[in-house]
């Protein structure tokens, strides 16, 4: 008897970690995902999800409401104390599909399709999604242009007024594949690394000018595995000054690390789509200053990007001193 009852215990000993194999199989097959997808009051997003694993919803501004088809099939969080997020996660391991009506601080509202396959679903899960606006300007601008048809061949003779600097965002935003600098292998275009030091990877886009004033695009890449907050774009004039640096103490310079002097150049308006990035999220950015008069020759023009956590350590990007007429 004691035999019989300590076969039946092995028999259910080994049928649970055959249940645990399967089980720690389905979660090692799921992919994870960052979708970025823009605002619209027009279509229904899908949203993929997976029993056991939450998605993040983010917002570009406050949420003030939200309602789900199902409630017993998907539990839907939102808090005041993190305004702009919606965690979603389905509620039952079977196959489900309802929908999700976010409601945002501006008026609008964003309707969604919350589509989970099950345990055994095969399809990519949306981990983080990040609805961002066509155009999500920080900093507002005064200084207007006229907006010429080859920018925008398909509304000619509309006579709309458009800031040069939105319009060196909207190009590059468009730009599906920036040539990244600071990852692991220089320029390349599909960083999977984070780099050394660095928790974000950068691009420069279009570099225009006119008179002394510049306008520079530009693209940074979080290459971590946690959110980061990114700061203001700065620029900057750096020269190498031997006179200034032979006078600083030998103990002092090998402390600072470095006998580059660097003066801040004034920034006039920028435009940043996102401030904060989840883990492979990307921003769009444009930055406009006064270009100084004159430099000498071992001077350099750089474009400073850098986190709030890492605000001593920013990535640093060469600018050229002339750029395109406008």
Not at 20 to 30: D, P, S, Y
Not at 46 to 72: C, M, N, Q, W, Y
Not at 165 to 171: E, F, G, N, S, V
Request: glycine share 6%; proline share 7%; with cysteine.
């Amino acid at each position: 008897m004691r035999t019989v009852f300590l076969s039946i215990i092995c028999a259910a000993a080994g049928v649970l970690a055959l249940g645990r194999a399967v089980f720690a199989q389905q979660l090692n097959e799921v992919r994870p995902e960052v979708t970025v997808l823009p605002i619209s009051g027009s279509s229904v997003t899908d949203i993929h999800l997976r029993p056991l694993f939450t998605t993040t919803i983010r917002l570009p501004e406050k949420v003030t409401s939200v309602a789900v088809g199902a409630p017993t099939l998907f539990e839907v969080e939102h808090s005041d104390q993190e305004p702009r997020l919606v965690f979603v996660k389905p509620s039952t391991r079977d196959a489900a599909t309802s929908n999700l009506i976010v409601a945002l601080d501006s008026g609008h509202e964003i309707s969604m399709r919350l589509i989970s396959d099950g345990l055994e679903g095969k399809t990519p899960v949306d981990f983080v999604v990040n609805y961002q606006p066509a155009q999500s300007f920080l900093i507002g601008s005064s200084d207007r242009v006229t907006e010429h048809e080859e920018d925008v061949p398909a509304r000619k003779n509309v006579g709309n007024e458009i800031p040069v600097i939105d319009l060196a965002l909207k190009r590059q935003a468009d730009t599906a594949s920036p040539a990244w600098r600071g990852a692991p292998t220089t320029n390349s275009r599909t960083p999977h690394a984070k780099a050394p030091g660095k928790p974000l990877v950068g691009a420069l886009g279009e570099v225009r000018s006119q008179g002394d004033a510049m306008w520079v695009a530009y693209s940074v890449l979080n290459t971590t595995d946690h959110w980061i907050e990114v700061l203001p774009p700065q620029v900057e004039i750096n020269s190498t000054n031997q006179e200034v640096a032979e006078k600083e103490n030998k103990k002092e310079r090998r402390k600072k690390g470095t006998q580059i002097l660097a003066e801040e150049v004034a920034v006039t308006d920028y435009r940043l789509s996102t401030t904060r990035l989840a883990p492979g999220e990307r921003a769009d950015g444009a930055v406009e200053f006064s270009r100084p008069e004159f430099k000498q020759s071992k001077d350099t023009l750089m474009l400073q990007l850098a986190t709030a956590s890492e605000a001593d350590n920013p990535l640093l990007l060469p600018l050229p001193f002339v750029g395109p007429a406008r």
